[in-house]
């Protein structure tokens, strides 16, 4: 198969968080060969950084692991969309475990993604891991050097996003999408995917906000929460939820 994705609009010199929904030898320069060789990441956690890829050429993509990849280098400096294509690969299904590493606190972070070639439900991810991760998916905003926090982040709570404009992410997690969960203390933590946790749910693109209940139900949690959104005469934008749910915690 073939798995065409397309991105937000985004510039030049802009980032996604990547994952291949495919079983395949494709290497991360032939899914975006424009690149520069330097700017494919992957994520360590002992650092609490991205870093460099040795060799893009030679490094396939790993199935349930994310990479983050920069834009072509003769992508236009406006927002514009980028297609990228997953190519001959059998698509993923069923099972995939992740290991996860932990050093400590603030060094436990750690970059997957979403395996399939269908959206998944964050919500059943973060009960079926719940006792290995921390209950937190962070979706990286993609605009490069932007004020404010880099990440969006869900819950079972709800979610908060990045700026004033931003949409909020909503539950599920889109096909070819990368995101980092942060891994508990405990003797060999992991995160699995299955496929109970897909859902379908055909939006074409990243964040985007609109989706039918009758493709998408989310667990049945009464929720009461509060927004807080706070900016500075720079611009620079935070924001906060407050929520009090069942079955939460103190």
Known sequence: ATVT????????LDYVL?????LSSQTLKSFSPETLNT???????QTNSYSVITNPLTTSFQPANGYLIRMPNNHPTTPTI????????????GNYDVNLAYFGTNQNFNLIGNPYPSTINAETFLTNNASNIDGVIYLFREENNAAGSGYAT??????????ATSP?????IQVGQGFIVGAKNV???????SNDLRVNNN???????????????PLTLEKHRIWLNLTNNNGFFSQMMVGYISNATL
């Open 18 to 22: 990547w994952s291949n929904p495919l």
């Open 187 to 193: 003797s060999t933590p992991k995160v699995t995917f």
């Open 154 to 163: 869900y819950t079972l709570g709800g979610a908060t996003t990045t700026t």
């Open 168 to 172: 909020v992410p909503n539950g599920t």
């Open 203 to 217: 939006n074409n693109q990243f964040f985007r906000t609109s989706f039918g209940k009758s493709v998408y139900q």
């Open 39 to 45: 700017r494919f990441y992957f994520y360590n956690p």
């Open 82 to 93: 980028w297609t990228g294509n997953f190519t001959s690969g059998i698509p993923n299904n």
């Open 5 to 12: 994705r397309e991105t937000n609009p985004l510039k030049r």
